[in-house]
């Protein structure tokens, strides 16, 4: 496609004519909206808001329209804001442990353009993915972790990440928890899959907890990493039926099938700037 | 609620600027939106839009704004609109036969105040129903059907929910199909609802028709009525399992609370102002 | 139906040969067969079965030959067992509060006999529903609660329930919690629905809570009442999707159609004698 | 798992005692029944039965007894019968053409042991998943076709398939109809995935179909291949919400996360001797 958007996702204090003034800076801007989807928080009072547009012009100009969107709507609008131009692809990180089945989903996902992103390289505190990364010609670096203190070896991924110069960490069944100094070092957005639906059965073993309880529905869960483990704001969630007649083995095989896909519809969502969070919850335009 | 709201639905030829211009009617106008959904048909090159702002000022000078709003999106930005008044409450006219679930759910709904429109009358081509609307007070009336002409009979239908000035006919599992001079002449929508999954097993018994072909999911279907049967626009949807262990009374039997949730859903959504129809399909802005 | 045919429950320790002989009596015994599930609990060691037959014979025979395989599965095959007949209509009594839907779907389910089962009575600690009970000639008793010691109102209940000669108690949204003397007492299976996808969000204002955590699907949970609120075994489990578009009184509204139908799903369980429990589990032979 | 097991799947003519009688055979043979499902069509008076059961032995007693049990159920009961012993590893065939994600997602379930088969080649009427297969060293085949007349390549497709004893056909968006000769001369089971909810939508571009008839939910559908395209018994259903936010590429990209996921469950199933058909209808043993 030669025309280009931009995407800006913001929010901040509602008041009375947001909506006016963001189309109307776009159209003296010469943008044409595609789409302009709001929500409000009626509690909170919080405005939110996601706009795309087309921006007739060539990069370097339509990167300048986008760089004074963001300054007027902070400073004029008083918002929150993020912008994202169309043909600008973000990078991926995954931090994956043994099991294979999310890194494959979204490592083909991408090869195959179904996301929009590129995944650069993947990082894990075990060995078995390794002859799986190679086989696709995917950077793999070990490091391994460090017991108690593991702020060594957070500090060797922050230093992986940055120099793939990644927009997005994956935390694809990545066994650990990381630390809020490592999140607040990353400075990127970090997604995490759980395998429950959240906030029923957090921690570890989650479909043998599920299996005990006897529900008749399992989930899965992905959301934005916290420092609390299994408490950010959660992204998109799915289930899938079960019975009696699951054991725990099945619930485990069922469950992969939904843990890849609810991961993929939240790394896609992200991907297209879909996602606001605030609150420990979040705003989903879809 | 004191406050007054609007809703606006419209749709037309698209142009730069639409949403621009119409916040700023809004914003010009003292009102306050609340709500801005917009959608494009890219192909059609169709604008969409549901609006929903608060108005200061009594009921009638609510009105009189409303009517200015919807005088300008015609004849200033060429859209096609209808405009809805928060304190207004609709009133529904339900055609039934002997079949009493869906009938029973809206009614109750409907005096629960879980849908915001009020039943106002009932007409059968029989008159198994005529007890259950006695008992709660609700107006029945029989028109029997005439065979191959039945101008006669429908308008009889047209006379009835004329007295009762009715805004919305239901067909809740009504076994007659509607002419088209019926339709034009009640110049108010008409909602369906079909026990398929649209457009497999359209026509009579889809519950064999479903049994027969051996499918694993059986749906229901709440379309706006159309001269041919089983083909207007779709509004809701909904499926739900089945396995071989299910007899058609089975099937049936589940079939009945999809029914009624699929209608249940439809009636809301358009009673709501949220269901835009053109080209035989919808736009719903949930 | 003239044939008449006997269901029986059973579970009891697995060994060899237990569907080779429960299958042998009943041919023995001149049945045939309609249906028959086993499960096995393979860490329990467990075994479950549900059988359903057609047995030749008038109403007195077949109750001899139900009473006869009753004791045959008890004292040869050591097992817990359970038998109804196919004429038997079990009588279900109600304990609800303000809030109507779920009483009025099982009311009007009962009525055009689309579950297997006579409301019979309608017992509330509030006088909300009594007009509605009275519009449909259902009983209807006022038992005021007791604050703390609430013995001597659940005493009345009992003796309520009693005099009805009901089968089945029903919490349908019945806002107190039943005491382990209740349930002990009325020695009848009590089925309750919870408005949230338990085990997350039980207690109460489970939408609110729902809300605040930001899931994506809300749910609605049908089981057996146990001593401890919302921690019997589970019988149905279903959910809906919601988003940030959804106010706290949205999910409310979305989730009363959950609840009816959950509740309604499992009662329709239950009478058909389909749901086995164990180990604050249940298998459900559906 | 030393303990090996066997699976019988089998239906005919029903009969008083056809329960007794083979849970007994097992009985006096040693078995242990794991589980024992049975169904019945009332309609057409047809007795299905899948049974499975631990069998003491080595692999040559326990294929013995497998082979006893077929005679027994076809000439005592009048059944068709089909056997399985649990250590035998079926080999399957893809049929591909452009489209990836179908094959790629069950050649890494056949690596990481998610489905009980082995996926031994690969025939395609293109050549575009040729590195794909080839990084994986999984044999690939390129048939070119041959327009009308297509029995040539048809015949190549049949020889290159009994050269790697493969016991299952895929066709994982395969875009050829397979004729009557090919199906008849294969004597092997063929597993084809429609992108649609069968029986809507049957033929080319479902996906722009669905989109014109502006239906809320798009589907796919898993079947066993028939002469007639789109018309055989069917193995397996889902489906997904869709709204006008959705354009035609959406729908495929939701569909094809779907696509893969049924065709994915509909050969587990298959591969877990799960599936009977007949009358061009299934019954799935689940």
Redesign the interface.
């Known amino acids: 496609m030669d025309t280009l958007s931009i995407v800006a996702l913001l929010y901040g204090p509602d008041q009375?004519?947001?909506?006016?003034r963001v189309?109307?800076w776009?159209?003296d801007n010469e943008g044409?909206?595609?789409?302009?989807?709001?929500?409000?928080?009626?509690e909170e009072n919080i405005f939110?808001q996601r706009v795309e547009w087309i921006q007739p012009g060539n990069i370097a100009t339509v990167r300048r329209v986008a760089d004074a969107f963001a300054i007027m709507a902070r400073e004029k609008l008083g918002m929150t804001v993020r912008v994202a131009l169309s043909h600008e692809v973000p990078r991926i990180g995954a931090l994956v442990s043994k099991v294979?089945?999310c890194l494959?989903d979204i490592a083909?996902k991408s090869k195959?353009g179904?996301i929009r992103g590129e995944l650069a390289c993947v990082v894990s505190n075990q060995t078995e993915l390794q002859a799986f990364c190679a086989?696709?010609s995917l950077p793999f670096h070990h490091v391994e972790p460090q017991g108690c203190d593991n702020r060594g070896a957070e500090d060797a991924l922050l230093e992986i990440f940055r120099l793939y110069k990644v927009d997005l960490i994956i935390m694809a069944r990545y066994t650990q928890v990381l630390s809020s100094h490592f999140l607040q070092s990353a400075s990127i957005p970090v997604i995490s899959i759980h395998h429950s639906?959240?906030?029923?059965?957090p921690g570890g073993r989650p479909y043998q907890q599920a299996y005990?309880?006897?529900?008749?529905?399992i989930?899965a869960t992905a959301h934005y990493a916290a420092p609390s483990a299994d408490k950010g704001?959660?992204?998109?969630?799915?289930?899938v039926?079960i019975?009696?007649?699951h054991?725990i083995a099945d619930l485990i095989?069922k469950g992969?099938?939904l843990e890849q896909?609810v991961l993929?519809q939240a790394v896609r969502l992200h991907l297209e700037n879909r996602v606001l969070s605030y609150n420990?919850?979040?705003?989903?335009f879809?």
Do not use: C, M, W
């Open positions: 009375r004519g947001l909506v006016a189309a109307g776009i159209f044409n909206i595609l789409h302009a989807d709001q929500h409000r928080d009626p939110f294979p089945h494959q083909y195959r179904e086989s696709i639906f959240l906030p029923a059965f005990s309880r006897g529900v008749k529905l989930g704001p959660i992204i998109a969630q799915d289930v039926r019975s009696q007649r054991s095989e992969r099938d896909l993929a420990n919850r979040t705003v989903v879809d």
